[in-house]
């Protein structure tokens, strides 16, 4: 006898179809309202600052004193810009760098040969960034401080394009000075300190402590001498810190969006990328 195979009537699959429904309207009305009261406690709460002690204000003071300090120096400078005089459009700038730097300066000026020497020693240092970032790369197959390096130039060129700061007065330029030649150069941002800085940073990743320590003093002295012979505002040597440890996250970010795995025609298996091969 043939085995008759049975199909489910039209009743039972609507009756199953409207079962379906009615389990996943019963999910999304428990989940609506589960979040009800969440939106409706945080349309009933009290703003935060009414709720606030002085013992919660003492706690702030004692453990999160560093943003204290933030808010006190918020206020401060406030004081500062709206009473200070302006610096006339016929003035040159103000730099506190160059204040502090005057004796420098005047070293310099009257010994050529020095200036020369320090212009010289700075140029081998900027060869050290260049040959450990290269390094990270090439041999040890490590490119994010190179990527980093590549992101900050780009960004130092259309930034420094677009503002074309006048040079200071008294630079001291020279030959052996990088870029070598007495060739001409953005000053905002000083890329000398920001490709230290992502150098010493992908230093301290790898724990190369001493090495690290090096460079942040040889950078120290860098920017004394930058300071000294004119040859960068002290806001270039400031933002090129900055730069150095954004550019260096941002490659860190792409590091990570590009070693993510990808995966394969069947969506079994996944293949990672390659770092050595900027991913």
Not at 22 to 47: D, E, F, W
Not at 70 to 86: H, K, N, S
Not at 248 to 270: F, I
Request: net charge positive.
């Amino acid at each position: 006898m043939n085995d008759v195979v049975l199909s489910p009537s039209p009743l039972a699959l609507t009756l199953k179809n409207r079962k379906s429904h009615h389990s996943q309207t019963n999910g999304s009305a428990r989940r609506n309202a589960a979040a009800m009261p969440k939106k409706a406690a945080l349309a009933n709460a009290k703003a935060s600052f009414l709720t606030w002690t002085a013992e919660d204000l003492l706690h702030v003071a004692r453990f999160h004193w560093l943003p204290c300090i933030f808010a006190a120096g918020l206020l401060f400078f406030m004081a500062v810009e709206y009473t200070l005089f302006m610096v006339p459009s016929s003035s040159p700038p103000f730099d506190l760098g160059f204040v502090l730097t005057r004796p420098l300066h005047r070293l310099l000026s009257s010994s050529p040969h020095l200036n020369t020497l320090f212009a010289a020693l700075n140029t081998v240092f900027v060869g050290m960034q260049t040959a450990y970032i290269l390094w990270t790369w090439l041999i040890e197959g490590r490119p994010r401080a190179t990527i980093s390096t590549l992101f900050m130039f780009t960004c130092r060129g259309i930034l420094g394009y677009s503002t074309q700061l006048p040079l200071p007065q008294g630079f001291l330029g020279s030959g052996v000075d990088f870029p070598v030649g007495n060739v001409s150069f953005f000053l905002f941002y000083s890329g000398h300190v920001a490709g230290s800085v992502i150098a010493s940073l992908d230093m301290r990743r790898m724990e190369r402590w001493e090495l690290a320590w090096t460079f942040d003093a040889l950078n120290v002295l860098q920017a004394v001498r930058l300071l000294g012979t004119r040859g960068h505002y002290t806001i270039d040597l400031a933002v090129g810190v900055g730069a150095g440890i954004l550019f260096d996250s941002l490659a860190g970010k792409y590091e990570q969006s590009k070693r993510k795995t990808k995966l394969v025609d069947d969506g079994v298996t996944t293949t990672p990328t390659k770092e050595a091969l900027f991913m």
